[in-house]
């Protein structure tokens, strides 16, 4: 029987669990062990459900181009479950100069489809729609320009749109799900599809049009009807209930020729394999007496985030613009980074009558309230809503979740040090690193991820 160790618990280390229980039931040799530090299962992905508000800590939905979280879903029996975001009224605000400027519609990420549209938008200068536009007529230099090298998001944006669209939206854009800076984050990691764009068009414009006129529009985001947390509850169902080890720590791992060691406080066990889905930072401490050479490779900076979802009885009290919610480009007077509008964004997530939005900090300012307790972190987050929506009614319910370090910062040259580290990797026998810092931060990449890696580790075997 080989024996594989999962360290973590969160949504990478569940979907290795899962997959490696789904192998035992037709009947792979193997047996699991999920060590999760804390008491709880699902890492950052948590809904907390509460006077019938369903409120996302962390994850709200996956992106719905990439398949693999909702495969997960079908397979656990939660097709009924699966959501789309309400498409129909899609709309993102950004703040500038104090108010909130409508984005175009049509817009993939910063690259507009319709540039009609862009002429009615009062969110950019004359510049900017001008850039724009030229884009489009720059096709052969750009793509004849384009780098061998990978570069910064920034510099990718700038020379296509110019610093404007860089600032108004590709920063907070990129900033909310990446972490950090824009001139730091790589390209190639963080925005792949549309560095392929550039390679056969050169325009992106050109490319996201080519691509409008051929595939059939789907919503952008999808999500489960009762809230992320219901697909971390199925995976745990789903995984024999004497491979999950709770409040777990584990305190070190070691590498020999019996295989691989794990400690935790209540004593150390042997394994074949190694699935190491901990956060990045802890794996690096816990790889270092293993490999010296792997743990530089797994320095990486990463930024905090701090969420808080409020809850009010009656929406007429708070009326909100259209849409999904607002970004707040970087360098602004406030400290907040976004707020979704999740009643509109999504069906089911309110009582009837109510209303629910979701303030998010990033950066800095998340780095400030991580010091903060949760009534002071909630005041802040009501005076920044209040200062930009207007004055707020009492809410029925208030969450406040801080998630240090979670947004891991995939920087220029991050595919190269990937590939670096796989080829570390290779020489540990049954070692796997899973998880946000390497290779995808959404849920779906790491769905996939693991549920490869654990199809790997029974086949080695
Ligand atoms: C605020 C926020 C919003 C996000 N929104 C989205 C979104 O809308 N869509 C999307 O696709 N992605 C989103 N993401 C990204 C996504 O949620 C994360 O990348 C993903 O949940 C990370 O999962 P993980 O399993 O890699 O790590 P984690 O969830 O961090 O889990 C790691 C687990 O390891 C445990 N652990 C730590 N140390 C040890 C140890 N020594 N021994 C044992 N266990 C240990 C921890 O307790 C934790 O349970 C968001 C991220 C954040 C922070």
Not at 226 to 255: K, Q
Request: charged share 25%; with cysteine.
């Amino acid at each position: 029987m080989k024996r594989v160790a999962i360290v973590g618990g969160g949504v990478a280390g569940l979907a290795a669990a899962y997959e490696l229980a789904r192998l035992a039931r037709d009947g792979a040799e193997v047996q699991g062990v999920l060590f999760e530090a804390s008491t709880r299962l699902g890492g950052i992905v948590e809904t907390v459900r509460e006077g019938g508000f369903v409120i996302e800590c962390g994850p709200d939905a996956w992106v719905t181009e990439k398949p693999w979280a909702r495969e997960l879903a079908e397979e656990l029996g939660l097709g009924d479950e699966v959501m789309a975001s309400n498409d129909a009224t899609r709309k993102t605000y950004v703040l500038v100069d104090k108010k909130l400027q409508a984005m175009p519609d049509g817009m993939r990420m910063m690259v507009p489809a319709d540039l009609e549209a862009l002429d009615g938008s009062e969110l950019f200068s004359a510049g900017a729609k001008q850039a724009y536009r030229d884009e489009v007529g720059l096709a052969a230099d750009l793509k004849n320009a384009a780098p061998e090298e990978d570069e910064s998001v920034a510099d990718f944006v700038g020379r296509h749109f110019g610093g404007e669209v860089l600032e108004k939206i590709g920063a907070p854009l990129l900033s909310g799900i990446f972490g950090g800076d824009v001139a730091r984050l790589s390209v190639r990691a963080v925005m792949a599809p549309f560095v392929a764009m550039e390679r056969e068009h050169g325009s992106l414009i050109a490319a996201v049009q080519a691509r409008a006129a051929t595939s059939k529009p789907s919503a952008v985001f999808t999500t489960l009807r009762s809230g992320m947390g219901t697909l971390v509850d199925r995976m745990i169902a789903a995984v024999t209930e004497s491979w999950i080890r709770m409040a777990a720590e584990v305190r070190f791992v070691s590498y020999g020729e019996e295989g691989w060691l794990v400690g935790t406080a209540r004593g150390v066990e042997r394994f074949d394999a190694l699935m190491m889905a901990a956060p990045v930072d802890v794996a690096r401490l816990l790889l270092k007496p293993v490999d010296a050479e792997i743990a530089p490779m797994l320095e990486m900076d990463a930024s905090s985030a701090v969420v808080v979802g409020f809850g009010f009885a009656d929406a007429a009290r708070l009326a909100l613009p259209q849409g999904f919610g607002f970004l707040v480009p970087p360098g602004s007077d406030n400290l907040l980074m976004a707020c979704t509008f999740v009643d509109q964004k999504f069906d089911d997530r309110v009582p009837p009558g109510g209303r629910l939005v979701r303030a998010f900090f990033g950066g800095k300012a998340a780095e400030r309230l991580m010091r903060c307790g949760n009534d002071e972190t909630a005041a802040v987050a009501r005076l920044e809503l209040a200062q930009i929506l207007g004055p707020l009614p009492e809410p029925q319910v208030t969450v406040v979740r801080r998630w240090p370090r979670s947004l891991p910062q995939y920087e220029v040259g991050h595919l190269e040090r990937m590939k670096a580290l796989d080829e570390r990797v290779q020489k540990l026998e049954g070692l796997s690193l899973l998880g946000n810092g390497y290779r995808g931060v959404g849920v779906p990449d790491l769905v996939r991820d693991a549920r490869a890696a654990a199809r790997n580790s029974v086949r080695r075997g």
